[in-house]
């Protein structure tokens, strides 16, 4: 059965600064893996969607990537933004079609 | 432009009444699910339906129910709403089993007194 885990839960940084987001996996099998942005109170929004057979994908300032080997994806962030405060989720289906499994977020507070 | 809409927003009951959230979207997706989402536990798959008549259990489904009827709607009701209902449930829709974009409703945060 496919697990989801991102550690840290919560990571506070100063504007500008470059961060790393993890999320780790353990079916190595992986479809594909999917990353989110939740601001409070609302619904989760779409970032990034990488395919088994990519490395990475980048959008903007965003830039995620897939290891399936070491069981790994990263979300990189360039010159964090106040605006990026939000909590970020990955997500990854159990097998191929299927329902995503979530992992319980990293809450990214930015400072100016 | 397309979308996914929830109702209602925000509802209270009470122990043991039915309840019943609505889920509709535009973009036409054979896919769509059900979720909850609690501190401490994150988000949590109901139910979900890869189309018309065809409805499956998640992770966490005792005590609710769906049905689809259609494309665009896939309503969640709670039977006899219980107090470990109360929660904030999302909706969300992809457009086929093998692409992997998932779009999301704003929530209904249900309390159940």
Not at chain 1, 59 to 80: F, Q
Not at chain 2, 21 to 43: I, P
Not at chain 2, 66 to 79: A, H, I
Request: proline share 3%.
């Amino acid at each position: 059965k496919q697990e989801v885990t991102q550690i840290p839960a919560a990571l506070s940084v100063p504007e500008g600064e470059n961060l790393v987001l993890n999320c780790s996996f353990t079916d190595s099998a992986i479809y594909n893996l999917q990353w989110f942005r939740q601001d409070p109170g609302k619904g989760l929004t779409s970032l990034l969607l990488i395919q088994s057979s990519q490395r990475e994908q980048t959008s903007g300032r965003l830039n995620a990537s897939l290891d399936k080997s070491s069981g790994r994806s990263t979300l990189y962030i360039a010159a964090s933004q106040p605006g990026d405060s939000a909590t970020y989720l990955c997500a990854s289906p159990q097998q191929a079609g299927t329902a995503l499994i979530f992992g319980k977020g990293t809450t990214l507070s930015v400072s100016s | 432009d397309a979308e996914i809409t929830q109702s209602p927003r925000h509802k209270i009951t009470e122990t043991g009444r039915q309840v019943t959230l609505a889920c509709h979207q535009t973009w036409n997706h054979n896919n769509m699910f059900w979720y909850r989402q609690d501190l401490g536990h994150g988000l949590r798959l109901i139910h979900y339906s890869y189309g018309v008549q065809d409805t499956n259990k998640g992770e966490v489904s005792d005590g609710y129910s769906v049905s689809r009827s259609n494309t665009e709607d896939l309503p969640l009701t709670l039977e006899s709403a219980a107090s470990s209902q109360t929660s904030v449930y999302f909706c969300a829709s992809s457009v086929g089993a093998d692409t992997g974009e998932l779009f999301f409703g704003e929530g209904s945060r249900l309390t159940v007194l």
